[in-house]
């Protein structure tokens, strides 16, 4: 009954059924792995936020990193920022979805570091290698507020760290290479450059611009992305269960067709003729 299990059309389902069933349970996993993840950087986050700032050198160093327990961690420093080596970061969108630029500018510590400070979003000027305007921080000594953050890589962004950028334009936000950069243009104190950087918050921008760079818990693309993975890896799974499930009744739709086929044959041949 079932030897047209053996036939090339039924070979190719089963073996494409077979092929579905680790691949779905394995995308299942991925899910739920990503779900993991979220969940434990949601409380990374959370706990970071909740906490008091504290000095940005108690949590990074120069040369150094940042550790993954200190991502947003609200840190304080006390300087000075220095516009004439400020750059801007190409194709970032502010809250409204809108491509333009970030703006870091070095800030130059009292005891002569220099800390990467992303001081928020501008617009792109018409022309895409012109130097956007870019409205001055607070002039003088004065101590900020931001959170921390690691240095941004191509791996773990996704962003491809473009080469043969216009003047003083860049793709990450790295600290290392930001520092040879700064080097390079015989920047002061470029060589005494903190790993990470930090994203500012306070003083607060005069007449709203940059915009600052908004929280997680404000950032409308972050919220409820963690929520939507245990739910696919849950479909994933479901659908594994379905396959062989589905590939089962198709066999014995089949195999019930055939016998009917071949019962109808057989009265067929067993009625005599009509005269």
């Not at 008091?52 to 991502?71: C, M, Y």
């Not at 918050?201 to 963690?226: Q, T, Y």
């Not at 590939?247 to 041949?269: F, G, I, N, P, Y």
């Given at each position: 009954?079932?030897r047209?299990l053996?036939?090339?059309?039924?070979v190719?389902?089963?073996?494409?059924a077979?092929?579905?069933v680790?691949?779905m349970?394995?995308?299942?996993?991925?899910?739920?792995?990503?779900?993991?993840?979220?969940?434990?950087?949601?409380?990374?986050?959370?706990?970071?936020?909740?906490?008091?700032?504290?000095?940005?050198?108690?949590?990074?160093?120069?040369?150094?990193?940042?550790?993954?327990?200190?991502?947003?961690?609200?840190?304080?420093?006390?300087?000075?920022?220095?516009?004439?080596?400020?750059?801007?970061?190409?194709?970032?969108t502010?809250?409204?979805?809108?491509v333009?630029y970030?703006v870091?500018?070095?800030?130059?510590?009292d005891?002569?570091?220099?800390?990467?400070?992303?001081?928020?979003?501008?617009?792109?000027?018409?022309?895409?290698t012109?130097?956007?305007k870019?409205?001055?921080?607070?002039?003088?000594?004065?101590?900020?507020?931001?959170?921390l953050?690691?240095?941004?890589?191509?791996?773990?962004?996704?962003?491809?760290?473009?080469?043969?950028?216009?003047?003083?334009q860049?793709?990450?936000?790295?600290?290392?290479?930001?520092?040879?950069?700064?080097?390079?243009?015989?920047?002061?104190?470029?060589?005494?450059?903190?790993?990470?950087?930090?994203?500012?918050?306070?003083?607060?921008?005069?007449?709203?611009?940059?915009?600052?760079?908004?929280?997680p818990?404000?950032?409308?693309?972050?919220i409820?992305?963690?929520d939507?993975?245990?739910?696919?890896?849950?479909?994933?799974?479901?659908?594994a269960?379905?396959?062989p499930l589905?590939w089962?009744?198709?066999?014995?739709?089949?195999?019930?067709?055939?016998?009917?086929?071949?019962?109808?044959?057989?009265?067929?041949?067993?009625?005599p003729?009509?005269?």
């Amino acid at each position: 009954m079932y030897r047209f299990l053996l036939t090339r059309q039924w070979v190719i389902l089963t073996l494409v059924a077979l092929l579905l069933v680790p691949t779905m349970i394995r995308l299942g996993f991925w899910q739920l792995h990503r779900h993991d993840h979220r969940q434990a950087l949601n409380r990374v986050i959370n706990a970071s936020l909740a906490a008091k700032p504290v000095p940005a050198e108690s949590l990074t160093s120069v040369g150094g990193t940042v550790a993954h327990d200190d991502i947003y961690r609200r840190v304080t420093a006390k300087g000075h920022f220095d516009t004439a080596h400020e750059l801007v970061v190409r194709r970032r969108t502010n809250a409204d979805g809108q491509v333009g630029y970030h703006v870091l500018t070095p800030f130059v510590l009292d005891d002569g570091k220099t800390l990467l400070v992303n001081r928020g979003w501008v617009p792109s000027p018409a022309s895409q290698t012109a130097f956007p305007k870019i409205p001055a921080p607070a002039r003088g000594e004065v101590t900020i507020t931001g959170r921390l953050m690691q240095d941004q890589t191509t791996a773990a962004s996704g962003i491809k760290n473009v080469k043969g950028l216009p003047d003083r334009q860049i793709m990450l936000i790295n600290s290392r290479q930001v520092g040879a950069l700064l080097r390079a243009e015989g920047a002061p104190h470029a060589k005494q450059v903190l790993g990470g950087y930090v994203e500012l918050v306070s003083p607060a921008p005069r007449g709203g611009s940059p915009e600052p760079i908004p929280s997680p818990k404000e950032d409308r693309s972050w919220i409820g992305v963690g929520d939507i993975n245990l739910p696919y890896a849950i479909q994933w799974w479901v659908f594994a269960a379905a396959v062989p499930l589905g590939w089962w009744l198709l066999v014995r739709r089949e195999a019930r067709e055939r016998a009917q086929a071949a019962a109808r044959k057989t009265t067929d041949e067993a009625e005599p003729a009509s005269v």
